[in-house]
């Protein structure tokens, strides 16, 4: 696994009161299926409906065991997802969404650390990723 | 505010338990006073005490209100601190630990956007930080 970080997804109760307070503090993002996404350096930063995003992650979606929060890592192809998917499950984490095509044409899995953490590790043919691993968002 | 994001940091039970988990899957990370910092592209990723973390963010550690996770966005000068964290209280941000000079002699303060989510704008005058934002951490 890279050592590298694709995209911190955040969720949200209020998806146009979060749009509108990351808009005050300067940040321009797009919107795209009710969630929004903001290029920030060579990674993005996303807001999604907490709700939604706990689902996807294959987790509890209120009380413990749900951050409310979750990183992905985005890579190059599905073998490379269910290795690191694999990899994960033999050091201790827990697979709440076993690697499996996705709605966008992609292919992805999740996963917990030994501290709850999701991690996403998805190919997802609509985003660039750069030989150095930074990503950079598509014009929706 | 920049729109880029320098750190972000997992609040966790058990340090090595943690670290170890990481390095199975292949990172490499440099621990500090109980911390672990792993350089991830043009950002780092770190582990903490998740109790510390909470406390360092003036939040409650349990139940709902904390993530468990905070993002932080290194910046150049306190002036810039104290400008984004007021910019971010106008727009609806709970200030959860005023900006103040640090114990590892920075400057630093802790907002919560709408939903709860963390984050600390930081001076820290111990990390490089690019022109293009992106954070290099040192040789501990």
């Keep these: 696994m890279e050592q ?3 995209l911190i997804t955040l969720g949200v109760d209020d998806l146009p009161r979060a749009r509108a307070f990351y808009a005050a503090l ?6 795209a299926e009710e969630t929004v996404f903001f290029q920030a ?11 939604r995003l706990a689902d996807d992650s ?11 929060v979750t990183l992905a890592q985005n890579v190059r192809s599905a073998a490379e997802v269910d290795e690191i ?16 095509t996705t709605f966008y ?13 999701a991690w996403e590790i998805a190919v997802n043919p609509g985003f660039t990723l750069a ?3 930074t990503l950079t968002l598509p014009e929706f």
Tied chains: 1, 2.
């Design 85 to 100: 998917v694999e990899q994960a499950r033999a050091a201790g984490a827990t697979v709440t969404r076993p690697p499996a």
């Design 26 to 31: 300067g940040w321009h993002g797009q919107e």
């Design 131 to 133: 030989d150095d691993g």
């Design 4 to 6: 590298r970080i694709s």
């Design 105 to 117: 044409g992609g292919y992805a899995g999740v996963f917990l650390d030994p501290d709850g953490h």
């Design 58 to 68: 294959g987790v509890p979606g209120t009380g413990e065991g749900f951050d409310g």
């Design 41 to 51: 350096g060579g990674m993005a930063l996303v807001l999604w409906s907490r709700r």
